[in-house]
């Protein structure tokens, strides 16, 4: 398709159910209708960038919910249109492989590892996942999402006993509340903690780059534009995509 010379704002949607988060948008009207594009809450900025690029492309909307990743696969095993389906991890999106709802081979196209934040200027004094937390607020995913998965492999490996004071059904709430104050720390991945700046400060923990969740994404067995997403695949599996991944911090394969 030719190249439009203007770039529209592309709208970022929420879909309610997944309880999503929306991003920064700008929006033109396109042949085709809206792809829609289901994504892990880590992948909200970097999505919203490249989406702006694909719109430029196509001539298309995208539209984006982005939430837990378990949440985006119940939602779409309860039917919910999707275009793209984008998980923290190869288990979750292996759950809606079996259940029929992803079309093809998931690729993996990024990596990323978890990190403890605290809030800056660290007021409870937390020097790791150790006695420095007894007393503490730590915050965490909760186990059945992919960054609750993580932690708790991260904290067998280390031999360590956590005991959170909540557990987030994604990792941007678990952020949230580290930077509102409302958590003295919590384990998030490494790209969220580049992403929040000089709201939070990182905390070494011994071996955390040894737990690696990998991120696939597959075209919906539904897919209502599948030319389209297919063309998205192969966007954030391309060059381009590479790229953006990797200024936000993600590892590539």
Known sequence: MRRRAALAAVVVLALAA?????GT???????GGDLTVLAAASLNVVFADLA???????GVEVAFSFAGSSDLVAQLDAGAPADVLATADEATM????????????????????????????N???VTGLDASLDGADLVVCAPQVPCGAATSALADL?????TPV??????????GKVTSGQADAGLVYATDTAAAGDAVETVDVPRADEVVNDYPIAVTADATHPDLAAAW???VLGPEGRRVLGDAGFGTP
Do not use: H, K, M, W
């Open 18 to 22: 997944c309880g999503g988060r929306a």
């Open 25 to 31: 948008a700008t929006t033109t009207d396109g042949p």
């Open 52 to 58: 702006e690029r694909f719109t430029a492309e196509y």
């Open 94 to 121: 292996g759950r809606a492989l079996a259940s029929g709802t992803v079309a093809g081979e998931p690729q993996v196209f990024a990596r990323n590892t978890l990190t403890l934040v605290v809030p800056a200027g």
């Open 123 to 125: 007021p409870a004094g």
């Open 158 to 162: 280390l031999g360590a006993v956590i």
């Open 166 to 175: 909540s557990e987030e059904g994604s990792v941007t709430d678990v952020l």
């Open 233 to 235: 695949v192969d966007l």
